[in-house]
């Protein structure tokens, strides 16, 4: 029998990693790319090129699948449930997926569920800001990533910005209060649809102007209890919600020894690229097996840590080395494992990920840290 041909919406970097599993387990895919060239496209020959705002291209790209997941949250709510009901299983569907495309909506789904979240509104004008309480954090409820659409709001006229924004966008805003937090965590767990479920380990980030710099896992001097906590809370919200596939519940990591639930992702994840090398099933191998309803791959990690740092985009397009760093980079670390994305350059861009395993902490860091630096162009001429 043949395998089914898998239906993946969105043509970036998480859409270009999910095709190396689904080639080596034989599962073919069929891409719906937004430009010619695009990351995911330069590997997943099955495409075409098209808005997924547009109903009857969705529709072209999914005709013969009986399955569609996604490589972002974007794709309308309403567009999702025409797909369902033409047939297609939709993972994940859209009642669990619009808890990740809406704030606010998931804000007073995890109240419900009485999963700890910061303090929070919807607020509608700066005298509603004034009444929740400045300073606080303002986050537009639909189509913030990687530090778009947040503001950090200390008085009145910090606020201008957001609310300009949210008319121009026609979005809500959502303020949420400013979290005093000892470090950020990440709780990944994968679902299928016959309620199999499996969490990776707790992961510390180190984030910057809202994107994620690096990954430590598991995440260093993070108490069992506290930890299990975190994976309980994941592993409930995925279950409450119905997701199907990966699920990434960002949390902050709070002084007192608690934690906050920030974001949720309903896709494979930033703070999980260390899966796949550093863990037995890497979470796009485990997102395929979870929304074509396969029994899921065991979590567990191949090495007592591993560290995953991004490569960013240097401050003008002639700077960073890519393709000509591996002859530095590998030659310095044969065990260094490097992940580029094929993006053009731009200033801050995520184009590439490292990650570097072993038994020691300190020497896993130097090792990642130095290798992007160095595809970052960041080390000048240094030869050793």
């Given at each position: 029998?043949?395998?089914?041909?898998?239906a993946?919406?969105?043509?970036?970097?998480l859409?270009?990693?999910?095709?190396?599993?689904?080639?080596?387990?034989?599962?073919?895919?069929?891409?719906?790319?937004?430009?010619?060239?695009?990351?995911?496209?330069?590997v997943v020959?099955?495409?075409?090129?098209?808005?997924?705002?547009?109903?009857?291209?969705?529709?072209?790209?999914t005709?013969?699948?009986?399955?569609?997941?996604?490589?972002?949250?974007?794709?309308?709510?309403?567009?999702?449930?025409?797909?369902?009901?033409d047939?297609?299983?939709?993972?994940?569907?859209?009642?669990?997926?619009?808890?990740?495309q809406?704030?606010?909506?998931?804000?007073?789904?995890?109240?419900?569920?009485?999963?700890?979240?910061?303090?929070?509104a919807?607020?509608?004008?700066?005298?509603d800001?004034?009444?929740?309480?400045l300073?606080?954090?303002?986050?537009?409820?639909?189509?913030?990533?990687?530090?778009?659409?947040?503001?950090f709001?200390?008085?009145?006229?910090?606020?201008?910005?957001?609310?300009t924004?949210?008319?121009?966008?026609?979005?809500?805003?959502?303020?949420e209060?400013?979290?005093?937090?000892?470090?950020?965590?990440?709780?990944?767990?994968?679902?299928?649809?016959?309620g199999?479920?499996?969490?990776?380990?707790?992961?510390?980030?180190?984030?910057?102007?809202?994107?994620?710099l690096?990954?430590?896992?598991?995440?260093?001097?993070?108490?069992?209890?506290?930890?299990?906590?975190?994976?309980?809370?994941?592993?409930?919200i995925?279950?409450?919600?119905?997701v199907?596939?990966?699920?990434?519940v960002?949390?902050?990591?709070?002084?007192?020894?608690?934690?906050?639930?920030?974001?949720?992702?309903?896709?494979?994840?930033?703070?999980?690229?260390?899966?796949?090398?550093?863990?037995?099933?890497?979470?796009?191998?485990?997102?395929?097996?979870?929304?074509?309803d396969?029994?899921?791959?065991?979590?567990?990690p191949?090495?007592?840590?591993?560290?995953?740092?991004?490569?960013?985009?240097?401050p003008?397009?002639?700077?960073?080395?890519?393709?000509?760093?591996?002859?530095?980079?590998?030659?310095?670390?044969?065990?260094?494992?490097?992940?580029?994305?094929?993006?053009?350059?731009?200033?801050?861009?995520?184009?590439?990920?490292?990650?570097?395993?072993?038994?020691?902490?300190?020497?896993?860091l130097?090792?990642?840290?130095?290798?992007?630096?160095?595809?970052?162009?960041?080390?000048?001429?240094?030869?050793?």
């Open positions: 029998m043949h395998a089914p041909t898998l993946v919406i969105g043509g970036g970097q859409a270009r990693m999910m095709a190396e599993p689904a080639a080596a387990m034989g599962i073919p895919l069929r891409l719906l790319a937004e430009a010619e060239g695009v990351s995911a496209a330069q020959p099955d495409h075409l090129v098209g808005d997924y705002r547009d109903l009857a291209t969705l529709r072209r790209a005709a013969g699948c009986p399955v569609v997941t996604f490589d972002h949250e974007h794709v309308p709510t309403g567009h999702l449930y025409a797909l369902a009901d047939g297609i299983a939709v993972h994940p569907g859209p009642e669990a997926l619009v808890h990740a809406d704030k606010a909506v998931m804000r007073e789904a995890l109240g419900r569920l009485g999963v700890p979240c910061p303090r929070n919807v607020v509608a004008s700066v005298a800001v004034e009444r929740f309480g300073p606080c954090v303002l986050k537009t409820t639909r189509g913030g990533y990687d530090g778009k659409g947040v503001w709001v200390r008085s009145v006229e910090d606020c201008a910005d957001a609310f924004a949210a008319e121009a966008s026609g979005v809500r805003i959502l303020a209060e400013l979290v005093e937090f000892r470090r950020e965590l990440s709780a990944l767990v994968v679902r299928s649809p016959s199999q479920a499996a969490a990776y380990p707790v992961v510390a980030s180190t984030q910057q102007d809202g994107i994620c690096e990954v430590v896992a598991p995440a260093p001097d993070l108490p069992e209890a506290l930890a299990g906590r975190a994976q309980e809370i994941a592993l409930r995925a279950g409450a919600l119905d199907v596939g990966v699920l990434a960002e949390l902050f990591e709070t002084a007192d020894g608690e934690v906050l639930v920030n974001e949720l992702a309903m896709r494979p994840h930033n703070t999980g690229h260390w899966t796949q090398d550093g863990a037995v099933t890497s979470q796009f191998e485990n997102h395929l097996r979870a929304v074509l396969l029994p899921l791959g065991s979590p567990a191949r090495a007592r840590w591993t560290v995953m740092v991004n490569i960013l985009g240097g003008d397009e002639s700077v960073g080395r890519l393709y000509d760093g591996y002859p530095h980079a590998l030659a310095r670390d044969p065990f260094l494992r490097v992940h580029l994305y094929g993006k053009d350059l731009r200033p801050g861009r995520k184009v590439g990920h490292v990650n570097a395993y072993g038994d020691d902490l300190d020497d896993c130097e090792r990642a840290r130095h290798a992007a630096a160095w595809f970052r162009g960041d080390l000048g001429d240094e030869s050793e």
